[in-house]
C-alpha cells in the first residue's frame, strides 16, 4: 500500500513538473464584447522539454480557423488580458487595403485605442513570457 501512494505521489509530481505546461492565453475586450484571438507560431519550454510551433501566414490561418472579424467604432479601446503576464509585448497592426500598410506598437496599461480610419485590421501580438514566446492573431473592422 505504501509503495503504491508513493509510486502515485512521484508519478503525480513528475506530471506536474513536465509535460502541463503550454502557452498561455490571450483574452481580447472592447465595449463588453470578448474577441476571439487565434494562437499562432509560439516556442515554449517545460522543465524537462521544449516544444517550437510554427504556423501559416496570419492571415491564412485566421481564415482557416474561421475568425470572423469584429466589427468595432473608431477609437474603441481594446483590453488585452494574459494568462500569465508576459515580460515584453508588441502588437503589428497590419490594415486591409490597397496599400497593405502596418505597424508596430507598444501597449499601455495592457490597453490600445483603435484606429480613426475605417477599414479591417489584422492584429499580430507577440508576447514574451519566462517560459518562450507566443503569437496571438484576431482581426477588427473598424466602422
Excluded at 509510486?7 to 474577441?35: H, M, N, R, W, Y
Excluded at 482557416?64 to 508576459?86: C, I, Q, R, Y
Excluded at 477599414?119 to 513570457?129: A, D, E, N, W
Aim: hydrophobic share 35%; proline share 4%.
Amino acid at each position: 500500500m505504501k509503495k503504491t501512494l508513493f509510486f502515485l505521489t512521484c508519478l503525480s509530481l513528475f506530471i506536474l513538473l513536465t509535460g502541463c505546461s503550454s502557452p498561455p492565453t490571450l483574452t481580447v475586450t472592447a465595449d463588453k464584447k470578448k474577441i476571439d484571438t487565434v494562437k499562432g507560431s509560439y516556442c515554449w519550454s517545460s522543465l524537462f522539454s521544449e516544444k517550437c510551433v510554427d504556423t501559416i501566414e496570419p492571415s491564412e490561418l485566421l481564415k482557416k480557423k474561421k475568425n470572423d472579424p469584429v466589427v468595432l467604432h473608431k477609437a474603441t479601446t481594446l483590453n488585452f488580458k494574459f494568462e500569465e503576464e508576459p515580460q515584453t509585448v508588441e502588437v503589428r497592426i497590419e490594415q486591409s487595403n490597397a496599400s497593405s500598410t502596418s505597424a508596430s506598437v507598444k501597449l499601455e496599461d495592457n490597453q490600445l485605442t483603435l484606429p480613426q480610419e475605417n477599414g479591417t485590421y489584422l492584429y499580430i501580438v507577440f508576447s514574451k513570457h519566462a517560459k518562450g514566446t507566443v503569437t496571438h492573431l484576431f482581426t477588427i473592422n473598424v466602422e
